[in-house]
């Protein structure tokens, strides 16, 4: 399959379905809010490193998590009852993205939330699209946290930190228990881990995941700050 190039002043996207066996459906463009939206409803998220054009994804299969099949192990089962973590949402959403933004350990060499993404979802972030879940300790430090995009009744998670085990997982869990009372579908995963899978996230077909994402436009979504009703 071609990759196809974006020009910035045209917001449409290929099918989805176009896409090179890797998953990369098309460079360029930009990074507007208009354009990101169009690619959410689509099934597409922008993954590159800085110093590249744009470019757009659309992996089959799609890893996701349906809200019901969630997994919560023993081992964090004492983090809840203890209640070891505080959570809350949309509180310090651009300092969510800085953190995923820091080196992670031997190896890590850069990143691809660059400071075009960051302006970029904060923009989202503003338009009540974007939101960060916050992990705190008892001293009330952030220890954890994780930020993606909701429409309608779809959760698309960007990425997640923690500085201490298990805080992103717990505020991972917190995130999904949320979604699932009020009617979220699914948590979009982009690609396989064995981390999410541990989790019950799963592989699904794209032309699956695109099933869903079409029924998913006739829904309304869920915008503004999340710390209100979450």
């Known amino acids: 399959m071609p990759v196809f190039w974006l020009k910035n002043e045209n917001i449409d996207f290929p099918s989805p379905e176009l896409a090179t066996e ?8 930009d990074l507007s809010p208009e354009r990101l939206l169009s690619a959410y409803r689509m099934g597409i998220f922008p993954w590159f490193n800085e110093g590249e054009p744009v470019a757009w994804w659309s992996p089959d299969p799609r890893m996701v998590l349906f ?3 969630l997994i919560v192990s023993k081992s964090m089962r004492p983090y809840f009852n203890q209640q ?9 959403f651009e300092e969510v993205m800085q953190h995923c933004q820091k080196p992670r350990g ?4 850069g ?5 075009e993404m960051l302006e ?18 008892k001293e009330g430090q952030m220890v954890g946290g994780l930020y993606g995009v909701a429409i309608g009744k779809c959760f698309f998670g960007e990425s997640m930190f923690t500085s201490v085990n298990n805080a992103s997982k717990f505020g991972f869990i917190t995130l999904v228990k949320r979604l699932k009372s009020l009617g979220f579908w699914l ?3 982009q690609q396989q881990t064995r981390h999410l899978a541990t989790l019950g996230a799963k592989p699904i077909a794209r032309q699956d995941f695109l099933k869903i994402l079409k029924k998913n436009e006739l829904e309304k979504s869920l915008r503004g700050h999340w710390g209100g009703f979450l």
């Open 187 to 189: 948590i979009d995963c």
């Open 106 to 109: 031997k190896g890590w060499s």
């Open 84 to 92: 070891k973590f505080k959570t809350t949402f949309d509180e310090a």
């Open 67 to 69: 809200p019901s099949e």
């Open 111 to 115: 990143t691809w939330i660059t400071p």
């Open 120 to 137: 970029a979802y904060c923009q989202l972030h503003e338009l009540g699209y974007a939101h960060s879940v916050e992990v705190w300790d």
């Open 22 to 29: 890797e998953g990369i459906l098309a460079v360029g463009g």
